[in-house]
């Protein structure tokens, strides 16, 4: 089994910066796709970045320019760098990861989520 565990969420005045991390861990044998999601109180919860295994990237429209996706495969960790923060941009952020143990190959993991608050 895997396990993802995100950190770096808080309050944050709008146009500053937070830095979210995912650390996955268990026996795992290969972390492939990373990603970011949110999901604010009434609605969807959306896709806002993608890093592949090859380090290609994916944003939602909403958040290009202002977040960076990136990971460290040593440490099998997906960071997500949040910049110029917006009140539209509080949520709860998730992690998710496609990852390979022994016994599964390629299933999904998601983490407990963490709360991002862009407020005055």
């Known amino acids: 089994q895997v396990q993802l565990v995100e950190s770096g969420g808080g309050l944050v005045q709008p146009g500053g910066s937070l830095r979210l991390s995912c650390v996955a861990s268990?026996?795992?044998?290969?972390?492939?796709?990373m990603e970011w999601y949110r999901q604010a109180p009434g609605n969807v919860r959306e896709l806002v970045a993608r890093i592949t295994t090859g380090d290609s990237t994916n944003y939602a429209e909403s958040v290009k320019g202002r977040f960076t996706i990136s990971r460290d495969n040593a440490k099998n960790t997906v960071y997500l760098q949040m910049n110029s923060l917006r009140p539209e941009d509080t949520a709860v952020y998730y992690c998710?990861?496609?990852?390979?143990?022994?016994?599964?190959?390629?299933?999904?993991?998601w983490g407990q989520g963490t709360q991002v608050t862009v407020s005055s």
């Open positions: 268990g026996s795992i044998v290969r972390v492939h796709d």
């Open positions: 998710k990861a496609v990852a390979s143990t022994a016994s599964r190959w390629r299933n999904n993991y």
